[in-house]
């Protein structure tokens, strides 16, 4: 009746990388309002304020590609609703007399550029060459000082999303 053949006498596993994965997978299929509604619970569940941070659409669309989890997107997403607590945190060491004149050239041109990614991505870059600095030499002290991670999708994305005046804000704030 059966084919036999094919069948092999192991047990099966569980593989949980592969679990993961497939979870990733689904996740990145979803569009941006099916992935927010599935993501807002566990945001709330982590204490964070929704309403004083960016649309929830917005966060998810930028880290569907990181998180293989709802649980790992909500810890990522946790800069966009809470700003770093303090200007000791080990990527603002990154802070240095040599990029801190462009960080802070970078803080008035934010005020100012329109406010896209695209935009802001041209604002840092030619800070940085103003500078005489590489771009990652300005990108990731100020990745830092905003978010207070050094793991995070690119820094003009991740301004865009989080808005002007928190952005501002938090650059005031730790460059103080």
Aim: zero cysteines; charged letters at 20%.
């Amino acid at each position: 009746l059966f084919d036999l053949a094919g069948l092999h006498s192991a047990p099966a596993r569980f593989d949980p990388e592969k679990l993961k994965w497939l979870n990733h997978e689904h996740l990145q299929r979803l569009d941006d309002a099916a992935l927010a509604a599935h993501l807002r619970p566990f945001l709330e569940r982590a204490g964070l304020a929704l309403a004083d941070g960016p649309p929830v659409e917005a966060v998810a669309a930028l880290l569907r590609d990181r998180a293989p989890t709802l649980v790992d997107m909500a810890e990522a997403a946790r800069y966009f609703y809470a700003a770093p607590q303090s200007a000791a945190t080990e990527t603002t060491t990154q802070v240095t007399p040599q990029n801190r004149a462009a960080l802070e050239a970078v803080a008035r041109g934010l005020a100012t550029v329109e406010w896209s990614r695209d935009a802001i991505g041209a604002l840092l870059k030619a800070a940085a060459a103003d500078h005489k600095l590489k771009p990652g030499q300005v990108m990731m002290p100020l990745r830092g000082l905003v978010t207070g991670t050094s793991h995070t999708p690119a820094i003009d994305a991740v301004l865009a999303v989080l808005g002007l005046d928190e952005t501002l804000a938090r650059i005031a704030r730790q460059l103080r």
